[in-house]
C-alpha cells in the first residue's frame, strides 16, 4: 500500500478526540511510509491529517476543484497540491493516486466521496478497500444501516465485508491491507431473491 485516501470533514466537529485521532492517523501514515491523498483544504479535520502527515515527514497530496480553493482554503504546504475543475475529476483523482479508502468524521461530502470508492470496488471500478474510522462511535449508526440493508436484502453480505470499521487508526490500516475482496459481480439475477 503506497497511498490512502483520507475523506474528513473540512470542520473539526464538537469532540476534541476528532483532531486527536486525525493527528493519529496523519501521522501513523507518515510512520509507515504510506502517502496521504486528501481534499486539498488547509482547514478542518482535512487541514489537521495533513499537517500531521507533513509532521511526519511523509507525502500529502491534495486534490482540490478550483471552486473550493477558496472555500476550504488550499494547503499550499502539501508535498503536491492539485487543482482540479470539478468533484467529479476530484473524486476520480483520489481513486487513481489511492490504494485504500479511510472516511474520518465528516460531513455529506465525506459520507458521498467514501461510498462512491465502496461502490467502485463493489461494481469492480477498481479493487481498493475501503474502512471506517469510527471515532468516538460516530460511524456505529452508520455501520448499524448498512447491517440493516443487509438484512434487508439490499447489500450482499459480501459486499458488507468489504466495508472495515474500527475505531484504531492502526488496527484499520492493517485490516484494510489484509481485506479480502470479493471478485463476485455485484449484477443480481432476475431470478435471485
Not at 85 to 105: C, N
Not at 146 to 156: L, N, S
Request: proline share 5%; charged share 20%.
Amino acid at each position: 500500500m503506497k497511498r490512502v485516501c483520507v475523506y474528513c470533514g473540512s470542520s473539526t466537529g464538537n469532540q476534541p478526540i476528532y483532531r486527536e485521532m486525525a493527528e493519529a492517523m496523519g501521522g501513523l501514515l507518515a510512520r509507515r511510509g504510506i502517502g496521504l491523498v486528501y481534499g486539498g483544504g488547509n482547514v478542518g479535520l482535512m487541514g489537521i491529517v495533513a499537517d500531521a502527515a507533513l509532521a511526519g515527514g511523509g507525502e500529502v497530496i491534495g486534490v482540490i476543484p478550483g471552486a473550493l480553493a477558496e472555500r476550504e482554503i488550499a494547503h499550499a504546504g502539501v508535498t503536491d497540491l492539485r487543482v482540479v475543475d470539478s468533484m467529479h475529476t476530484r473524486k476520480a483523482l483520489m481513486a487513481e493516486l489511492s490504494d485504500a479508502f479511510i472516511a474520518m468524521p465528516g460531513g455529506v461530502g465525506t459520507f458521498e466521496e467514501f461510498f462512491e470508492a465502496v461502490t467502485w470496488t463493489q461494481l469492480g471500478v477498481h479493487r481498493k478497500p475501503c474502512g471506517l474510522l469510527n471515532v468516538g462511535g460516530f460511524y456505529t449508526p452508520l455501520a448499524a444501516f448498512i447491517d440493516q440493508a443487509v438484512t434487508e436484502g439490499f447489500i450482499k453480505p459480501i459486499h458488507r465485508a468489504m466495508i472495515v470499521v474500527d475505531d484504531n487508526p492502526e488496527r484499520l490500516l492493517n485490516s484494510l491491507t489484509t481485506v479480502k475482496l470479493p471478485d463476485v459481480p455485484k449484477w443480481i439475477k432476475k431470478d435471485e431473491t
